[in-house]
């Protein structure tokens, strides 16, 4: 009974019959299907790109009962909520955002269990922004993606076992398209990229199942296109602002991806409104100030090591005292935190770690510093840190011999190793 109420509510606020039929795509959305490796992915093509609820009803081949898991793509957008009611065989899915769930007319759905299969579409009713409901769709056509009744724009590829194409769906500030969710090695497989208002692609990134990196090329109407290797894939797309504010950050360099990260995620900005600096220095100061803002900038409780240095009124005053008395950092010893001085990396290692502790985070993760020419370098107290970094695959080698402890961070090191770190925050 309570889930009844819960639907009736969810469905009086969003599906609002409307007295003029919304036009939503010229014909019928198409029920896509993919084999993939927890199951069998769904989404939803044609739809018009401005969908801002559904209620669907699939008929499944068996009546057992299943967990029907909505695609993660889905809330990373405000005001989302999606529920789902089995009846027997048939699966009902209740989805309403504040947002269009499906730029570029594709709409990710979730994921059936392994072993199920979608007998037919019973029932389809869109809903736009505006809580305008379509006319409800009939002859729902169900297709196998990569079947001869599936999308084009892909070579046949071989006949062999089909991989997963990975990173699909809605990013941070676009979606990333494909003519296929799974594909045969050997498979021309085509990609679109559609950022949001404002926004470009900066960056397109494809690794195979070992990390190694797949060749891409632009096609001459702005799509992607890449040959399917033999194993799944995952595609890793960057929208950046339109106007990316920063002059000596071109595209392509190495640093380029992490400045936007961290720009977009207010964790560093420009020296100026037009540079970043990326080969300038970062200040101790500079660091914990990031910490205490991801920590929305709590007060400092009692206790930590006194710091001399640390005047009242300074910009950095708040952050360095939060982050004594949380034990994040304890100074030089001496009495002072340097808040001034260039930051190395090891320095930079011990902070992080340290935050992560606090945090309560795993910190099991070990690199082996010993593949290091200069790993005797490191300081005692620094150790831990830095294996727990490199483990972590927060700090990397200068090379591939050398890790250069006690040199000083760039800012776009600074930046790379916050990109790396920040992110592995918000996925635990």
């Not at 869109?126 to 056509?141: A, H, R």
């Not at 595609?235 to 936007?260: C, H, I, M, N, T």
């Not at 900038?297 to 009242?312: M, Q, Y």
Request: aromatic share 8%; hydrophobic share 40%.
């Amino acid at each position: 009974m309570l889930k009844k109420r819960l639907l009736a509510l969810l469905l009086a606020a969003v599906l609002v019959l409307s007295a003029a039929p919304l036009a939503f795509a010229a014909g019928a959305p198409v029920l896509r299907v993919s084999t993939v490796s927890d199951g069998l992915a769904v989404s939803l093509s044609g739809t018009g790109g401005s969908c801002g609820g559904l209620q669907m009803s699939m008929r499944l081949n068996s009546g057992a009962d299943v967990t029907f898991n909505f695609d993660s793509a889905l809330f990373t957008a405000p005001g989302t909520y999606c529920t789902y009611v089995q009846q027997g065989s048939t699966l009902t899915v209740y989805m309403v955002s504040k947002t269009a769930m499906d730029p570029g007319g594709i709409l990710p759905i979730g994921t059936l269990p392994a072993g199920s299969s979608i007998a037919s579409v019973t029932e389809l009713k869109l809903v736009d922004l505006n809580g305008m409901e379509s006319t409800p769709y009939e002859n729902i056509s169900v297709q196998q993606s990569g079947s001869s009744g599936g999308s084009s724009g892909g070579s046949s590829g071989s006949s062999g076992t089909r991989h997963e194409v990975g990173g699909l769906g809605r990013v941070s500030n676009g979606v990333l398209q494909a003519n296929v969710t799974n594909a045969a090695a050997g498979t021309a497989v085509t990609l679109t990229a559609v950022p949001d208002p404002g926004f470009v692609l900066t960056s397109l990134t494809i690794r195979d199942a070992l990390g190694a990196n797949i060749p891409v090329s632009k096609l001459s109407d702005g799509r992607y296109r890449f040959t399917m290797p033999s194993t799944a894939i995952t595609l890793k797309a960057v929208f950046s602002p339109a106007q990316f504010p920063f002059l000596d950050v071109p595209a392509g360099k190495w640093y380029r991806e992490a400045v936007d990260y961290v720009y977009q995620n207010g964790m560093m900005n420009g020296v100026s409104e037009s540079a970043f600096d990326p080969n300038g220095t970062t200040t101790r100061a500079q660091i914990v100030t990031i910490l205490h803002r991801l920590e929305s900038e709590p007060a400092a409780d009692n206790g930590g090591v006194p710091l001399t240095d640390i005047p009242a009124g300074k910009w950095y005053t708040a952050a360095v005292r939060w982050a004594a008395s949380t034990g994040i950092v304890d100074g030089y010893g001496d009495g002072r935190f340097g808040p001034n001085d260039q930051i190395t990396r090891e320095q930079l290692a011990v902070i992080l770690y340290r935050y992560c502790k606090f945090k309560g985070r795993d910190l099991t993760a070990v690199g082996d510093l010993s593949v290091f020419q200069d790993a005797g370098k490191v300081s005692s107290w620094a150790k831990d840190a830095m294996a727990w970094a490199n483990g972590s695959g927060l700090i990397t080698g200068k090379s591939e011999t050398t890790l250069d402890p006690k040199g000083s961070a760039t800012r776009a090191e600074a930046a790379t190793v916050l990109m790396r770190f920040h992110s592995s925050l918000t996925k635990s």
